[in-house]
């Protein structure tokens, strides 16, 4: 008889329709052969996915929305739910999933693996919080030892968890080149002013930096795409300006196409948080596969790429003055097209036809 394929459960407490690196990999792993369940969260329980049709999906709804308790009934309704399915294979997506998935796979041939694509305890909301950061430590220090295989996005992070005992493989979060592809011809952007940011309206995140700057650049717009814990304070505090521009969340397969509207991919993050120190945005590869150059901080992760490849700028420090200046020197039309023609040449070494291979292999050798 032919050999059933492996079951693998993802579980995260991400909304489903806005991760897309988890899409990514479900949906990679589906096209592999494997049958996929994905645990997750959900914006609309009445909207559904491109991939819904190959990948599983399992919307947990819980009682509390944010908290202590709702990390308690997640991980416990995860683990009822995991114990239900005839799993080969759980992947618990970062820390807050960790205790339901260990407790349902504690008994059994079931494989536990960690996809760490953050330092839970290092995260901004949690400075000045020594409690909740201990609390998460020592989830780290009690699970995470015993896994069966881990990876994670850099080789920072990798660096990081390897302190408790295992050995991390490393699958950047990227987009496919046939996503960035399909682009419809750049806008011509010799006089395009406009400058983006993709991603979470968290702290730290340089948002307020971008929107002090524009009393600096009166020619340039903003053009913000996302949501977060900040949303309403942003837009209280953005008025009716008209040259700040909020989209909320846009979904995958319309991202490219705002992106193509920009010209200048924003990526400032704070150095009070570790987690942001070491981290590799995914969007930072979203403004390389789409032709921008992009201005980043001088951390680890994106020292080493950009001294390789020159696909945007680096600062040294999060002011808004040093921002200012990053923007105006990309006015340089040289350097402009130097930065941008290397941004899609990169696209042939960042990107998930060739992640992807990693990731196959990481499960295949389970």
């Not at 009445?46 to 190959?54: D, F, L, R, T, V």
């Not at 494989?111 to 305890?121: C, G, R, T, V």
């Not at 600096?216 to 942003?234: A, C, H, N, Q, T």
Request: glycine residues 4%; neutral net charge; charged residues 20%.
């Amino acid at each position: 008889m032919p050999e059933l394929p492996k079951t693998i459960i993802i579980c995260s407490t991400s909304l489903h329709e806005y991760d897309r690196r988890l899409q990514r990999i479900s949906g990679s792993l589906s096209d592999a052969g494997y049958k996929v369940v994905w645990i997750s969260r959900t914006k609309n329980e009445a909207e559904q996915q491109q991939n819904e049709k190959k990948v599983k999906h399992l919307i947990l709804q819980t009682t509390f929305k944010s908290g202590p308790l709702f990390y308690l009934e997640f991980n416990w309704r995860v683990r009822k739910l995991v114990k239900s399915i005839s799993a080969d294979i759980v992947c618990a997506v970062d820390l807050d999933t960790i205790m339901g998935t260990s407790w349902a796979t504690d008994i059994g041939n079931t494989s536990l693996i960690f996809d760490a694509h953050e330092i839970y305890y290092e995260v901004p909301e949690l400075i000045g919080k020594p409690l909740k950061k201990a609390i998460w430590q020592w989830v780290a220090r009690k699970y995470l030892p015993h896994l069966k295989a881990a990876y994670t996005v850099n080789h920072s992070l990798k660096l990081h968890y390897q302190k408790y005992g295992l050995q991390y493989e490393v699958i950047r979060n990227v987009p496919p080149i046939k996503e960035s592809k399909t682009l419809l011809p750049p806008v011509p952007r010799q006089n395009n002013k406009v400058l983006v940011y993709l991603g979470v309206l968290n702290a730290g995140r340089g948002l307020e930096i971008y929107m002090a700057a524009m009393t600096k650049l009166p020619e340039y717009r903003l053009l913000i795409i996302g949501e977060g814990d900040l949303s309403e304070e942003l837009r209280a505090k953005a008025g009716n300006d008209p040259a700040i521009t909020f989209t909320g969340y846009l979904k995958p397969t319309e991202i490219f196409e705002a992106l193509s509207h920009a010209a200048i991919g924003l990526n400032l993050l704070k150095a009070d948080s570790l987690n942001y120190k070491l981290s590799l945005a995914n969007k930072f590869f979203d403004y390389m596969h789409a032709g921008l150059p992009s201005i980043n901080m001088a951390y680890p992760e994106y020292q080493q790429i950009i001294n390789e490849h020159p696909v945007g700028t680096m600062l040294e420090s999060y002011d808004t003055i040093d921002f200012v200046n990053a923007v105006t020197a990309l006015e340089d039309k040289a350097l402009y097209s130097q930065l941008s023609t290397t941004a899609l040449k990169a696209i042939d070494l960042y990107n998930w036809e060739r992640e992807e291979q990693k990731l196959l292999a990481f499960y295949e050798q389970l």
